[in-house]
């Protein structure tokens, strides 16, 4: 049965729907809805026409002010973060920096290549298709020069060295993602990079797959991939509004509380237990798959692993100059 949304929420708050767990576009109509029934009332002699452009009006003027529920994002503007494709994103300015030797995906995108190169565009796989040791050791290697390095992981828990590729997450999810990109393919127990790919990266350099594999990464890619988490909640729809509130406030925590808040719906996705509300799990996946599987993995931010010394740490990040470099919002915070 369809929820009325004057009727109770069924989150079992006591509240009605409409303030409780409707979504914050949802409460937007129906506040428009209410406009045009205050507007019936007070002239009932309105025609369809003059009804209509009143209530086009009254879309328009709500969908283009900031809300509060959005952090002072429009509904306009978070359609657009939404669901707009990757190049036609609005009030961000997405570049390729200068330099990406700070970036662990896109030293191992170099790693693969160079190699290909090397022996006339492909390589062997392994048995099990995997990358070949050789690449993996010299991926394993770069890590003192990444803004992880700092936290001193063992080896069998590191996502940045392992012994082969199926113990080295941020290698094979580099790997996944070029070949989403189109960079690379494997036929005949061989790793190719594409013709029009090594054109490309012998004229322009690395920088030339910076945003491919960017989208491939927001758009393409499963970020349950790495995990078993039995929730299967799609955090990719929201990655913009989540970049840009990290960027303005570091605060793991606080990115949560603003993305219940605007998108409450989530929460209904995971079920209470014994050990985790829906707000944990939601936080838990947050920061498994949105900061430390993607923004770490690209070099935009370090978190530190440790949630506990005598008491639970605080979860910030530290915001890498590649973060900044790479995207620049026109909305202020």
Partial sequence: MKLGRNDPCHCGSGKKFKHCCMSSVS???????????????????????????????????????????????????????LNAPFNELQWVT???????????????????????????GSFKATSKGNLPTKLVKQASELLPEFGVAQFERDI??????????????ALHYTRVLAEISGIIYRRS??????????????????????????????????????DGFE?????RTFWLFMLWRIQSHNSVDQLVKEVMTAFPDLLLAFRTDDYFSPEKNLSVLIESRF?????????????????FNTEPVERRLQVLPLLKQTFQFTINS
Avoid at 50 to 59: G, M, P
Avoid at 231 to 235: G, I, K, Q, R, V
Avoid at 292 to 304: A, H, K, N, P, S
Wanted: hydrophobic share 40%; with cysteine.
């Fill in 27 to 81: 409460k937007q109509h129906a506040q428009v809805f209410d406009d045009v029934e205050t507007m019936l009332a007070m002239n009932s002699n309105l025609s369809l026409d003059e009804l209509n452009a009143a209530l086009q009006h009254k879309v328009h003027d709500r969908n283009n002010q900031p809300h509060p529920d959005f952090c002072g994002v429009s509904p306009a503007q978070m359609t657009n973060w």
């Fill in 94 to 120: 997405i570049s390729t920096p200068d330099s990406l030797s700070a970036s662990p995906v896109m030293r191992y995108l170099a790693l693969i290549l160079d190699e290909a190169m090397a022996q006339e």
């Fill in 156 to 169: 069998s828990i590191s996502e940045f060295a392992g012994s082969n590729e199926d113990k080295f997450n």
């Fill in 189 to 226: 127990g061989r790793y190719h990079v594409k013709k029009s790919a090594q054109k490309q990266y012998q004229a322009l350099g690395i920088q030339t797959f910076f945003k491919p594999m960017l989208e491939a990464a927001v758009s393409k890619y499963n970020w349950g991939y790495l």
């Fill in 231 to 235: 929730y299967d909640t799609d955090l």
């Fill in 291 to 307: 900061i430390e599987r993607f923004l770490q993995f690209w070099g935009f931010v370090t978190i530190d692993p440790r949630r």
